[in-house]
């Protein structure tokens, strides 16, 4: 399966994205440390959002599969850089876990997370710790 999508620079470093097959738009804009105004989610951003977002969706697809109450469930990313050559050095990954589950759903879950494509995408050079928290 493909997906296109394509981009538009837009001046002072931004640029539009759109999403062919929904027609949705984001913007992305350089980073500060990077001459930018950090108006929007850099290209680096997004990666650490879709390494997260996707970690969850898996999970979620696991879950509903599984008949899993996944209310709560949600996740923060810390993306840091390296300078030459610049690049994501390290994704720190933290996956707040809804209560109730099992020690086997415990696993099954973080399992999933931690096979996602996006995890799968990466080089082996940039790091991705990840911490599942649970409330119980």
Excluded: W
Aim: charged fraction near 20%; charge should be negative; hydrophobic fraction near 40%.
């Amino acid at each position: 399966m493909s997906v296109r999508v394509s981009g538009k620079y837009l001046g002072g470093l931004g640029v539009e994205l759109l999403h062919g097959p929904s027609g949705a738009t984001m913007r992305t804009a350089a980073p500060v440390d990077n001459n930018g105004d950090g108006s929007s989610f850099s290209p680096t951003d997004m990666v650490a959002s879709g390494l997260g977002a996707c970690m969850l969706t898996i999970m979620a697809i696991v879950g509903e599969r599984d008949g899993l109450n996944l209310d709560g469930l949600k996740f923060s990313a810390e993306k840091h850089m390296a300078a030459d050559p610049r690049r994501i050095s390290r994704v720190d990954l933290v996956i707040d876990m809804p209560p109730g589950l099992t020690s086997g759903q415990r696993k099954k879950l973080e399992n999933a997370a931690l096979t996602c494509p996006v995890k799968n995408s990466l080089a082996a050079e940039s790091e991705t710790p990840v911490e599942f928290r649970y409330p119980d």
